[in-house]
């Protein structure tokens, strides 16, 4: 998990409600990013930021939005546009753009909503 | 889609080494072979990435042959908590990462 704090790990909410859920990195890392994982599938990605106050959407963004307002911190909330928000949460981050040393992901918080 | 072509499922023996096949045929010269591993209901830990040349650390190694048009990922002696989802992904480094399915590798005693 090396630095990638995702929490809470288990999260309940009722339909109709948005979630905001928190992801915040003390590896220096200037970007980061948000990927939903559902049962026996890859991972897909909501949306990255390579650097604070900017980020783009990924292939998925639909029902969701972040904010990047400090190199830390990237949260992701869920609103109620999203159709089916329950799903697996990962967030990852890296060195950015130019850099090929990968990814580093948190442990995931997966969402419940009924 | 992902760029990769990576088998569905695999067994390994216990202590016998795990040969992980990918096929990435239209790959780029300036893209890296990236393999990651993800445990159930964990999040994906990265293993070992390379350009061209073979690579080699503490988890794995990896074999990319001479066309890079393939590689493959060795866990010399394979445990019961080797038993995971891989990863096999292309990528200059500059963009997110994409994943596939992967292939199960179950570990057998």
């Known amino acids: 998990d090396g630095g990638i704090t995702q929490s809470p790990k288990y999260l309940f909410r009722k339909e109709g409600q948005n979630v905001t859920l928190s992801c915040e990195q003390n590896?220096?890392?200037?970007?980061m990013y948000w990927y939903r994982q559902d049962p026996g599938q890859g991972l897909r990605l909501i949306y990255y930021?390579?650097?604070?106050?900017?980020?783009q959407k990924g292939d998925i963004a639909e029902g969701y939005s972040v904010s990047r307002e400090k190199k830390e911190s990237f949260p992701l909330t869920v609103t109620s546009a999203q159709k089916n928000p329950t799903a697996f949460y990962l967030c990852?981050?890296?060195?950015?753009?130019?850099?090929?040393?990968?990814?580093?992901f948190g442990p995931g918080t997966r969402l419940t909503v009924t | 889609d992902a760029k990769t072509t990576q088998p569905t499922s695999m067994d390994c023996a216990e202590g016998r080494a795990a040969n992980l096949p990918c096929n990435h045929s239209?790959?780029?010269?300036?893209?890296?072979v990236y393999w990651y591993r993800q445990i159930h209901s964990q999040g994906p830990q990265y293993i070992i990435h390379?350009?061209?040349n073979n690579e080699t650390n503490e988890m794995a190694s990896l074999i990319i042959t001479e066309d890079r048009k393939s590689s493959t990922l060795i866990l010399p002696h394979a445990t019961l908590r080797d038993t995971a989802v891989y990863y096999c992904?292309?990528?200059?480094?500059?963009?997110?990462?994409?994943f596939g399915k992967g292939t199960r590798l179950s570990v057998i005693a």
């Open positions: 990852a981050s890296s060195f950015g753009t130019q850099d090929t040393r990968g990814q580093y």
């Open positions: 590896l220096n890392h200037d970007a």
């Open positions: 930021s390579q650097i604070v106050n900017d980020f």
């Open positions: 239209t790959i780029s010269g300036n893209e890296y």
């Open positions: 390379g350009l061209k």
């Open positions: 992904i292309v990528s200059s480094g500059n963009t997110p990462l994409v």
